[in-house]
């Protein structure tokens, strides 16, 4: 076995630290110099866009921090709201106000309402594709030299978010950089074509090792791909996990490779982008192809549909945008009910959720929509943490539904926590049987009212619940009960549906 093959053989053996499995919530972080226009048409999701046949589709992104790449589009929605605007001002006139922002940023504030929320970790992004760093890095850009931040804002942030008890991780655009390859994005296949060559293979690589020296990140999150080979990546990732031994990567960290070489071809482009069109859901997210090395799965916009084996996180934005979107309108954000069913949907299948923020470019505050739902999570996830933090998958993540409303579990030993979405009054739990030490009580210990039904254990639910949050059931002394459903429902594998939508 050649050698390098023998590295990736001994990554691949690594298991995901217990303190992520544990984790279940974490906030994502898109803060970029987009945020200052902060603008992105709203109504298609990425996932319609990418199966769209449209040789431009990326120009119409709803994600603001994706601004430079549809202004290069003169008929897309960025670039006339950008003329009408701005006029003929280069995306590169956003870095005076910007960083005039970054001097007014707070960053004890951000990881005081993250720790609030019930967040285990913090992951920001400090490249993104315009290639801006948030940090004053010591790798040159050959291309745009001095473009990065004056203020250590991923040195600050880390700091303030250790200081409030949770984990710090950065993210990285290795795919893309714009101040390398600036060439117009339309389709994924367009995406795959631009990850840049020549000297960027190095100058990227030696900013995540920087990264990894400098700030020692528990979360270590690509993007797009990886610009260098697998032979070039190993070495990298050994590094880091010698570094920071119980640190975690992500899954988009695809080698260069004949692939994405042959993607320079039009030919090849548009036979990837009638694939891809085939295979994606119109109101679907996206769900990366897995490289040869990784930690974590992160569907985007997505949840699975059953429990996994591969740890995984949701990730997706408030909103359809990552960076903060001042268009967005207040039937674009996921709603109190929805949030809350949405982690308790993911954890019950043994996955995160990390759920992004997108501060204002201007001066770095969250807005007011984000904020109001960082405060839904606290009041609801905090309290009912037991139910959530560091359990696992019970045998079922949950297939009966109560009057209509679904229910999943979740498990701590031999504790077994039902979640009834909108429940009121009597639930009964059709994958629950009772044994003679059977005990149900609410999360604080109060006892409830049961009994066994050849339905299923039959629960009388807490009272005061709001009827957009799950009410929560203990179970202690149960037994699973087989049904049809438990034997073609469990353990799944990559089956996704679009994160938010009701089940």
């Not at 700030?215 to 791909?225: E, G, H, K, T």
């Amino acid at each position: 076995m050649a050698p390098r093959d023998s590295r990736l053989k001994r990554l691949q053996q690594r298991t995901v630290p217990a303190w992520w499995s544990d984790a279940k919530f974490g906030v994502f972080v898109h803060w970029t110099m987009a945020a200052v226009p902060a603008f992105a048409p709203v109504g298609d999701g990425m996932g319609g866009l990418i199966g769209s046949h449209r040789s431009d589709a990326f120009a119409w992104s709803p994600y603001t921090e994706w601004y430079e790449n549809s202004l290069r589009f003169p008929g897309s929605p960025v670039a006339r709201h950008h003329r009408a605007t701005y006029g003929d001002e280069p995306y590169t006139a956003f870095r005076g106000p910007f960083e005039d922002g970054i001097d007014r940023w707070d960053p004890d504030a951000w990881a005081t309402r993250f720790a609030a929320a019930g967040a285990r970790y913090v992951v920001l992004v400090a490249k993104h594709h315009d290639g801006y760093c948030l940090w004053p890095t010591g790798v040159a850009n050959p291309r745009r030299p001095g473009w990065h931040s004056r203020r250590d804002v991923v040195g600050e942030l880390a700091e303030a978010v250790r200081g409030a008890g949770m984990r710090f991780g950065v993210y990285y655009s290795g795919g893309l950089d714009w101040t390398f390859d600036d060439r117009p994005i339309g389709t994924l296949a367009d995406m795959l074509a631009a990850v840049p060559r020549g000297d960027y293979p190095a100058y990227a690589e030696g900013q995540v090792r920087e990264l990894i020296d400098r700030y020692r990140p528990s979360v270590l999150w690509n993007d797009i791909a990886w610009p260098a080979s697998g032979g070039r990546l190993w070495p990298l990732f050994e590094h880091y996990y010698a570094t920071v031994p119980d640190g975690v990567v992500n899954d988009r960290w695809l080698p260069w490779n004949p692939l994405l070489a042959a993607t320079r071809s039009s030919w090849v482009r548009r036979a990837v982008d009638a694939g891809v069109a085939r295979l994606t859901a119109p109101d679907g997210g996206i769900v990366p192809p897995r490289p040869p090395h990784f930690d974590v799965r992160t569907p985007e916009y997505v949840v699975f549909d059953d429990v996994q084996r591969t740890p995984w996180e949701c990730v997706r934005g408030m909103d359809h945008s990552f960076g903060y979107n001042a268009a967005s309108r207040p039937g674009d954000f996921v709603d109190r009910g929805d949030l809350l069913w949405l982690l308790t949907d993911i954890v019950a299948k043994g996955g995160n959720l990390l759920l992004n923020v997108g501060p204002r470019g201007v001066d770095g505050s969250l807005p007011s929509e984000q904020v109001d739902r960082l405060g839904w999570l606290g009041a609801w996830a905090v309290p009912h943490r037991r139910a959530l933090c560091a359990t696992r998958p019970w045998v079922v993540p949950g297939t009966s539904t109560v009057d209509g409303a679904p229910v999943r579990y979740t498990a701590r030993g031999d504790t077994v926590f039902a979640l009834v979405r909108g429940g009121a009054g009597t639930a009964v739990l059709g994958e629950v049987r009772p044994t003679p030490t059977t005990e149900v009580t609410t999360v604080d210990g109060r006892p409830l009212g049961w009994s066994d039904t050849p339905a299923g254990l039959s629960v009388g639910l807490p009272d005061g619940p709001p009827p957009d949050e799950p009410a929560v059931v203990v179970l202690e002394g149960v037994e699973s009960r087989p049904t049809g459903a438990r034997a073609t429902r469990a353990h799944g594998a990559d089956r996704a549906r679009p994160a938010g939508r009701r089940a």
